[in-house]
């Protein structure tokens, strides 16, 4: 069984430029979160999704940040514009219930220059 | 709101020694815990998670950790740890939201990272 994909890896980008991160849940998985890693930082939820349905996005940054999350599966990430501040790992997890285990992919590393 | 101490940032063990990694929270009622490994470049894994009944929970990996509500502690524990075992591992806690239909929001430790000597 596939694990959750997300892409790019890395990316390197300058101030004011937009960018978008892509998250691929585990198949079946209806439960599906981003969260913002910085360094020697734990994981912070940016926002969780049920089916299509936005739940909880009360820590992601609205002025610049947005989400979608379109027949309930696939899902993007977007910042526009982005900030030096922005510079850190995100990660995208997905469980098959808000109850279940949340299994993570490996994270997009972002630098903003 | 919920918070998670892990007190230390580093540790070092040697090989085939044992391990404990310090896990604080503090939460009002009964929380959910749990303990995740991140190796470099990768996700993280799930090791194990406290949700009700026995303090003491198995996880994967030979690692176990205990509840002790007195003490608002998840310590994690491995008796024999192995080289494979150098990560950052991370204490989580999580509340039910409001309505009951999940564990609502995970508040991570800030990560405890291990390096193993052989």
């Known amino acids: 069984e596939a694990g959750v994909v997300q892409s790019p890896r890395y990316k390197i980008i300058e101030k004011k430029q937009p960018v978008a991160f892509w998250c691929n849940p585990i198949s079946g998985h209806n439960t599906l979160y981003w969260y913002l890693q910085n360094l020697g930082q734990g994981p912070e939820l940016l926002i969780r999704y049920e089916n299509e349905e936005a739940v909880d996005d009360s820590q992601l940054p609205k002025d610049r940040f947005s989400a979608e999350r379109l027949k309930g599966v696939d899902s993007t990430l977007k910042i526009q514009p982005a900030e030096l501040g922005d510079s850190a790992v995100y990660l995208c997890a997905s469980s098959s219930t808000p109850w279940a285990e949340q299994y993570f992919g490996p994270g997009t590393r972002l630098t903003v220059t | 709101a919920q918070s998670v101490t892990q007190p230390d940032i580093h540790i070092t063990v040697s090989e085939g020694a044992s391990l404990e990694l310090r896990c604080n929270y503090s939460?009002?009622?009964?929380?959910?815990l749990f303990w995740y490994v991140q190796s470099p470049g990768q996700g993280l894994q799930l090791l194990l998670k406290y949700f009700s009944g026995d303090t003491l929970v198995q996880g994967i990996k030979g690692f176990e950790a205990e509840f002790k509500r007195s003490q608002s502690s998840f310590n994690l524990r491995k008796p024999s740890v192995h080289w494979s075992d150098a990560a950052e591992y991370f204490c989580a806690v999580g509340r039910p939201d409001a309505g009951g239909t999940s564990y609502g929001k995970l508040t991570f430790g800030q990560g405890t990272i291990l390096t193993v000597h052989p």
């Open positions: 939460y009002g009622a009964t929380p959910y």
